[in-house]
């Protein structure tokens, strides 16, 4: 939105993706953050044992306090996405008063980026990051948890075995995961190129349309034959001349009309209809 510098062809269109994006993203955190502090509170009773790591028991509490966050400032960043205009009026026909308005609600700011759009920035992206914060407390909690019996070296054990199988599992699904994201980057990075490409591409064939200049359309000419007389006349003196209802044939290819039946001088200036075989 920055990049469009107040262009409101760009900036209708942009605010109308996000605003749709911004609303899939804020449901999907209340989800992710809901079933995160469901997974906290089952975890804490396992912190409550005399052995455990007390690092446990804060990581788990550090996650239940994440997902309320992420919960609470989800439901006040939509209320900020109602005062903006509904998607229906995202369209050509919005004021630019209107448009000005959204932008500065969304960015925080008229010219140029300062200190109030990077809070807004922050603010936007804060529920996101906080139902994250409470996925990798989560996690860190439960393998801190496992794998006590290594952090306090104790004796040989199934609850080593456990940790082992713990450990082989979860790297496994971190490196899918990385895998994944990594793909996933440039899938985006290709859309992104893809639709920057067909903007430069429509905006480069608008120009070359606008520049060019269509030609006026050449009319034939019409080929009198009045006795042993014969003579051509354009379209434009035939017009002036007046019109009878007669049949005019045209050769394929042709430069030329000719008229059917002659024209007589008496029947000049009857505007009438002509039919073309």
């Not at 980026?113 to 407390?137: E, G, L, N, R, T």
């Not at 480069?204 to 050449?218: G, L, Y």
Request: proline letters at 5%.
């Amino acid at each position: 939105m920055r990049a469009a510098h107040g262009d409101r062809d760009i900036l209708i269109p942009l605010i109308r993706q996000w605003k749709v994006e911004k609303y899939e993203e804020l449901r999907s955190v209340q989800v992710s953050a809901s079933f995160c502090a469901g997974a906290a509170l089952a975890g804490m009773p396992w912190s409550k044992a005399s052995d455990t790591i007390w690092i446990a028991s804060a990581l788990f509490v550090s996650c239940l306090l994440c997902s309320i966050w992420a919960i609470i400032s989800s439901i006040q960043t939509k209320s900020i996405l109602d005062d903006l205009p509904a998607k229906e009026d995202l369209d050509a026909s919005l004021a630019d008063t209107e448009v000005l308005r959204v932008q500065h609600t969304i960015l925080r700011y008229k010219r140029t980026p300062a200190f109030q759009h990077w809070v807004m920035v922050f603010i936007w992206q804060f529920p996101s990051m906080s139902m994250a914060y409470a996925w990798v407390a989560f996690l860190s909690a439960l393998t801190v948890h496992i794998c006590e019996p290594f952090i306090r070296r104790s004796p040989w054990s199934d609850k080593n075995k456990t940790a082992i199988v713990y450990i082989v599992i979860g790297f496994l699904g971190l490196a899918t995961y990385v895998f994944t994201a990594v793909f996933v980057y440039m899938s985006e990075k290709d859309l992104e190129h893809h639709t920057a490409t067909n903007k430069k591409n429509e905006s480069e064939n608008q120009c070359a349309q606008s520049s060019a200049r269509p030609f006026p359309p050449t009319l034939p000419n019409i080929s009198r034959r009045s006795g042993s007389s014969n003579g051509t006349t354009s379209f434009e003196q035939f017009r002036k001349d007046g019109f009878i209802e007669i049949d005019l044939e045209r050769q394929e290819g042709a430069e030329t009309i000719k008229m059917a039946v002659p024209l007589d001088y008496k029947d000049r200036k009857r505007p009438r209809l002509i039919l073309f075989n």
